[in-house]
C-alpha cells in the first residue's frame, strides 16, 4: 500500500450507483456483440416455451452496464472507463480477471442497480517493472432487491 | 443441447465440455465495446492499440469471459443455469485469431437439493498456448 498514491487511496471504498432499465434490445445487442445465437435471448415465442416462460438475458449480461456512461468529455484521451482511471504513475491497461457470480434471471422490464466500489489497489513486481492492480466490486440488483449478479474484477496497469 | 433429464448423473469427473470456437473480428470488437459502453481505444482504434505496445485491438477481458460461459451454457442446455464464471487474461487476442473455449470437469457435487458441476475452462489460440484460464460452475435445475 505504501507504494499507492494518496489520490489513489482515496478512491477506495468510494461508491458509485446507476440505475438502468433492460429492455429487449439491450439483450438482443448484448448477445450479438458476444455471438450467442440462442433463442431464448432474443425469441419471445421460443422463450414462452421454456422454464422461464420469457425472454432472459446470457448469463454475463450485466457487463453491458459494468462501465459507466459518463460523457466523453469525461473521460481521459484514450478513452479509458472512468471506474479505472485512477492517478497512478502508469499509462497502460494490460489484461486483468474477473469473477462472475450470476444471480437470479434478468428480463426485459426488470430495473437494474449497479453499486460499485474500488475494494483495492495493490502493487506487484512485473518483469518488465513495477505492475498496478485495481480490484472493483460491483453488485446488481433488481428492483425487487435480489442479486442478479456479482463481479470482482482486477484490471491490472503498468 | 436438449440435455435435461439424468444430465448430472450421466456426467464423470474429467469429462471434456464440448469445446466452443470462436474467431473475434473488427466487427465483434467494435460490437461489444458499444454494447458494454467500453469507450477504451485500444479495442476499436488499431493505430493506437499498436502505439500501446499491442499487436493491434485487443479482444476484452469481459468478452472472453462471455465465450466462456456460453461454452458452459450451451453444455448444460435446459438441464441448469451457469452460476459462476472466473477467468483472468494472461496473453492477448486480436482479429484474425482463432479462439477455442474449453472446459473439463473437476467436481460434481450435490448439497441438499441444489447440484452443481464445477469445471476447470480455458481459452487456448491455434497454438494451443492458453491465454485465459479459469473456472466455472453450473448449478444444476432441480
Known sequence: MEDIPD???????????????????????FAQATGDKNPLYVDEEFAKKTRYGRIIAPPLFCHAFAFE?????????????????????????????????????ISPGDSITVTKKIIDIYTKKGKTGKLYFIVIDTVYRNQKGDMVAREKATYIQR | MRRDE?????????????????????????????????????????????????????????????????????????????????WSVRGGAFPGDVLTCRGKVVQKSVEGKQK???????VEKEDGNIIAPGKGEVTLFS
Open chain 2, 116 to 122: 452443481k458441476v464445477v469445471c476447470e475452462i480455458w
Open chain 1, 7 to 29: 489520490e489513489a487511496k482515496a478512491m477506495i471504498g468510494g461508491e458509485r450507483v446507476n440505475v438502468y432499465e433492460i429492455t429487449k434490445k439491450d439483450i438482443r445487442r
Open chain 1, 69 to 105: 456512461d459518463v460523457p466523453a468529455e469525461d473521460l481521459r484521451e484514450d478513452g479509458l472507463p472512468v471506474e479505472i482511471d485512477v492517478p497512478l504513475p502508469v499509462k497502460r491497461a494490460i489484461g486483468g480477471a474477473s469473477s462472475f457470480e450470476v444471480g437470479e434471471p
Open chain 2, 6 to 86: 439424468g444430465f448430472f448423473e450421466s456426467i464423470q469427473v474429467g469429462d471434456e465440455v464440448p469445446a466452443l470456437t470462436k474467431k473475434p473480428t473488427y466487427m465483434q470488437l467494435f460490437m461489444f465495446s458499444a454494447a458494454t459502453w467500453n469507450r477504451h481505444l485500444i479495442h476499436y482504434n488499431t493505430e493506437f492499440a499498436r502505439h500501446d505496445g499491442l499487436k493491434d485491438v485487443a479482444t476484452h477481458r469481459a468478452l472472453m469471459g462471455n465465450f466462456l460461459a456460453q461454452m458452459l451454457s450451451e453444455w448444460a442446455g435446459e438441464a441448469g443455469r451457469v452460476s459462476k464464471v472466473e
